[in-house]
């Protein structure tokens, strides 16, 4: 189930990427600043909530589903960078198969963090991180976007525009 929603988030994430490309280009903001842009100063950037959302995808994929580990580094600084770190995340959830997750609610995860390992089973990981963090990632990159001025709304967000 998480893969068509992440799918789908991903194209409209990069179709609001398209839009904000076209938003500096015709407002003559340089592309620099609105990937530089937070919310606050104490939020991170917006290339980095791109690369958030693709590692949260990807990682999913890895820590459920079995399939070898996909590091990207976290180099991106364009728009045309970012598009392709969604394309190849897109590669790789693609790749996976739906019977690779049918099962797998009870698999050992294994979540190494700073403040010490998260040790849970695949449901609680992809119902209690997984999900919630991509979209954390996804909609705080919308509203970076959006507190700029770029011209997307609701339904940019929600792929049906």
């Given at each position: 189930?998480?893969?068509?929603?992440?799918l789908r988030s991903l194209?409209?994430?990069?179709?609001?990427?398209?839009?904000?490309?076209?938003?500096?280009?015709?407002?003559?903001?340089?592309?620099?600043?609105?990937?530089?842009?937070?919310?606050?100063?104490?939020?991170?950037?917006?290339?980095?909530?791109?690369?958030?959302?693709?590692?949260?995808?990807?990682?999913?994929?890895?820590?459920?589903?079995?399939?070898?580990?996909?590091?990207?580094?976290?180099?991106?600084?364009?728009?045309?960078?970012?598009?392709?770190?969604?394309?190849?995340?897109?590669?790789?959830?693609?790749?996976?198969?739906?019977?690779?997750?049918?099962?797998?609610?009870?698999?050992?995860?294994?979540?190494?963090?700073?403040?010490?390992?998260?040790?849970?089973?695949?449901?609680?990981?992809?119902?209690?991180?997984?999900?919630?963090?991509?979209?954390?990632?996804?909609?705080?990159?919308?509203?970076?976007?959006?507190?700029?001025?770029?011209?997307?709304?609701?339904?940019?967000?929600?792929?049906?525009?």
């Open positions: 189930m998480t893969i068509p929603l992440f194209n409209a994430l990069n179709t609001i990427l398209t839009k904000a490309e076209a938003y500096a280009k015709d407002s003559n903001t340089p592309e620099s600043k609105l990937l530089s842009t937070r919310l606050r100063p104490d939020m991170e950037h917006l290339a980095y909530q791109i690369q958030r959302v693709s590692d949260t995808a990807k990682n999913t994929c890895v820590r459920i589903a079995g399939i070898a580990e996909c590091p990207m580094a976290d180099t991106e600084s364009t728009f045309e960078e970012l598009h392709g770190r969604i394309r190849k995340t897109i590669d790789v959830l693609e790749s996976v198969r739906e019977e690779d997750f049918v099962g797998q609610e009870g698999k050992q995860v294994v979540m190494k963090r700073s403040a010490g390992n998260w040790e849970t089973n695949g449901k609680e990981y992809v119902m209690v991180f997984a999900v919630p963090n991509f979209y954390f990632h996804v909609v705080t990159a919308y509203a970076i976007l959006r507190h700029s001025g770029v011209p997307i709304g609701k339904m940019d967000y929600l792929g049906v525009a």
